[in-house]
């Protein structure tokens, strides 16, 4: 303990396990509402496409359209751009809630995309096989579509979340709390580096763990 | 069974419309295996999948066991889809699941609990001899072992009608004769019946029933399979029929021995059936004072029955030629006296 002391002088331990586990939050939440909300979206998108189950233009031109705007936006101006909206649902623009609607509405359409893509590798056959044995577009999506995509959904999600988490040390910076606004405010504002280089490392170690359960579980998915 | 009434199917495309299947008439009776045969963009494909409405008839109608398939809701053809197995040249298993998985996946469609669900399973899979294989994966199987899982998972729900999307064009000779013999041996434990599609004439030799030939969009020659071997109408299905019967260089050995110059004719002789198993050969030289020299033979086992082709070149005087040829065609067999490849004129 005393050589972290004399290493990093400025470092309060405390603060950092609390900026920490403010940033494992935002990404708890933010990465299951993302998988959740892109999953929905990328079914639509892929549902939606000409020749697949639900095929209909306008719903595919207004999805694909939400996801190409959202997608673009610069993240640090969608914050901006989202106040009004997170003041209203959250109450305010401050802390770890107020970053969720951003984040979520950021990371969702391009994850909306990853699952698109994944859901268009899947053989047509397999789903024409399992239309001729009678099945409803129900059970095509649950017991099909997403169990053969499964893999690049997992390694989609990973992906996803690593993206996140640098979202969330953005959203940091204009106060949503968490390591990002440890590392600007007493790390950079404060000229202590110190503060600013654990905090890094902390993220890179939770990065490097998110990367290492997806890889993992898209391994242990895949039976190709 | 099944009856298809002027049924057509138009596909809109970017360069025009496309006739894929144009007005075909076919009854397909129950307990038979029947096949089309066709090169692609024949419209078999089409064909086939209106069989079970995965294709929706522009027009016509298509009646299996007396329900009209036409004139189904969505409802309805899902539960009529669970009578009509089907298996296809790719095989289409889902990876994700084991043999066990992907056998038990219509069962699980259509409702069936797991404890019974399991106990179909371990039948159909000794029923395709997969025994043993039940936990692999699709991606630890060949592509034999794959069509089984696939001809397994479509008899789970205990079909009355089983479609076969060009099931062996993607296997090796060897394994397409495992499989064929194994639709075969289901089609006679199940009293199944069997449509398949084919561009091999060599399947349907094997084991159908009767063929029907397609050819841009229509059934263009129908009939018992022996019969469209015997009397092939249309040059496509001559085509075909020499598929199975003649080796590819017989045209040029035979064509070789036109040029030569002599008395010789050379004959070609089909046999059908029982005709198939006589000795006309040694009958001939007995009788006649020719001389006869083989040039190229095969017969080929039909369900119904072998068939034949023998190609002989008879030397001697013009008159006992005649006479030989004359005595063969007594014989039941059928004797085309070739002058010119390609152009063989019967001899009446």
New interface residues.
């Given amino acids: 303990m005393l050589a972290l002391a004399t290493l990093f002088p400025n470092v309060d331990w405390e603060d950092m396990w609390e900026a920490t586990l403010e940033t494992l939050y935002m990404t708890g939440i933010s990465v299951t509402a993302t998988f959740l909300l892109g999953l929905i979206l990328g079914l639509l998108l892929f549902l939606t496409e000409r020749g697949n189950l639900w095929q209909n233009k306008p719903v595919q031109l207004i999805i694909a359209g939400f996801v190409n705007i959202f997608r673009s936006i610069p993240f640090i101006i969608l914050i901006i751009l989202l106040v009004p909206f997170t003041t209203l649902l959250v109450g305010t623009m401050l802390g770890a809630n107020a970053a969720l609607p951003a984040l979520i509405i950021g990371a969702a359409p391009f994850y909306a995309r990853m699952v698109e893509i994944a859901l268009r590798e899947i ?1 047509k ?2 789903i ?9 577009d129900i ?1 095509i999506i649950y ?2 579509l997403l ?2 995509s ?1 893999p690049a959904l997992i390694s989609g999600i990973t992906v996803t979340a690593i993206a996140l988490i640098s979202y969330i040390a953005m959203a940091g910076v204009v106060g949503a709390g968490g390591l990002g606004t440890l590392a600007y405010l007493d790390g950079f504002q404060r000229y202590q580096n110190d503060v600013t280089f654990v905090s890094t490392v902390i993220i890179l170690i939770i990065v490097f763990i998110i990367q290492w359960i997806g890889d993992f579980f898209t391994q242990k ?1 895949d ?2 | 069974m099944i009856t298809l009434k002027n049924v057509k199917k138009v596909f809109h495309t970017k360069d025009g419309v496309v006739n894929a299947v144009d007005g075909v008439n076919l009854t397909i009776n129950k307990g038979e295996i029947f096949g089309v045969i066709g090169y692609s963009g024949a419209g078999k494909s089409t064909l086939i999948r209106m069989l079970n409405m995965l294709e929706k008839p522009t027009d016509g109608s298509v009646d299996i066991n007396g329900e009209s398939l036409t004139s189904f809701n969505n409802k309805q053809l899902r539960i009529a889809r669970q009578n009509i197995g089907m298996i296809f040249q790719h095989f289409n298993l889902l990876w994700s699941r084991t043999v066990r998985e992907n056998i038990s996946f219509p069962l699980e469609i259509s409702g069936i609990n797991k404890k019974e669900r399991i106990k179909r399973v371990d039948e159909l899979i000794d029923l395709v001899g997969l025994s043993g294989r039940g936990d692999s994966y699709p991606s630890q199987l060949s592509g034999g072992q794959k069509q089984r899982v696939g001809i397994a998972r479509s008899l789970a729900n205990n079909p009355d009608v089983l479609l076969c999307d060009e099931a062996t064009s993607a296997l090796d000779p060897k394994t397409t004769d495992s499989i064929l013999n194994l639709l075969v041996d289901i089609n006679k434990k199940l009293g199944l019946t069997i449509v398949l599609i084919t561009h091999e004439m060599h399947v349907i030799r094997k084991i159908c029933n009767r063929v029907a030939v397609m050819e841009e969009g229509r059934v263009v020659e129908e009939g018992p399979v022996l019969e469209v071997f015997r009397t092939p109408k249309r040059t496509i299905t001559q085509d075909f029929v020499k598929q199975v019967t003649e080796p590819e260089e017989t045209e040029e050995t035979i064509q070789h021995l036109i040029q030569k110059e002599g008395h010789s004719q050379i004959v070609k002789l089909t046999f059908v059936g029982g005709t198939a198993e006589r000795p006309l050969i040694s009958d001939l030289i007995r009788k006649f004072e020719v001389y006869v020299n083989i040039l190229q033979g095969k017969i080929s086992q039909t369900r119904d029955g072998a068939y034949g082709t023998l190609f002989i070149q008879i030397d001697g005087q013009p008159e006992t030629v005649k006479e030989a040829i004359y005595h063969i065609q007594q014989q039941e067999v059928e004797v085309e006296v070739i002058t010119n490849v390609g152009i063989g004129n019967t001899v009446s």
């Fill in positions: 053989d056959g397999v024409e096989a399992a239309k001729s044995m009678g099945a409803t059970q017991k099909v169990p053969e499964l998915t039976k190709r």
